[in-house]
């Protein structure tokens, strides 16, 4: 079972600074730029739905509730 997990580019952008300040090999501009992750997030959602895989926007959950949907997701596709 696949799910997709999306989240909002700004929101993305924010993780990514944060994570940057660990790993310094990584080019800031590029990983961080609000438009190229636009970019990736819209690939993105055409591969889950090319595949027609569900998927979910985290923006606003926490990991727990995250969690509680892929189990009902795969529940759901379990029993068809």
Do not use: H, M
């Not at 799910?3 to 660990?22: C, D, I, P, Y």
């Not at 979910?56 to 990991?63: A, L, N």
């Amino acid at each position: 079972c696949v799910v997709g997990l999306f989240v909002e580019a700004q929101r993305l952008s924010e993780v990514r600074k944060t994570r940057v300040n660990v790993n310094t090999s990584v080019d800031l501009k590029t990983y961080t730029d609000v438009e190229n992750i636009r970019i990736e997030l819209e690939n993105s959602k055409k591969i889950f739905k090319k595949y027609n895989w569900p998927s979910i926007d985290v923006t606003r959950r926490s990991v727990e509730e995250t969690a509680a949907s892929i189990l009902k997701i795969y529940e759901i596709k379990k029993s068809k």
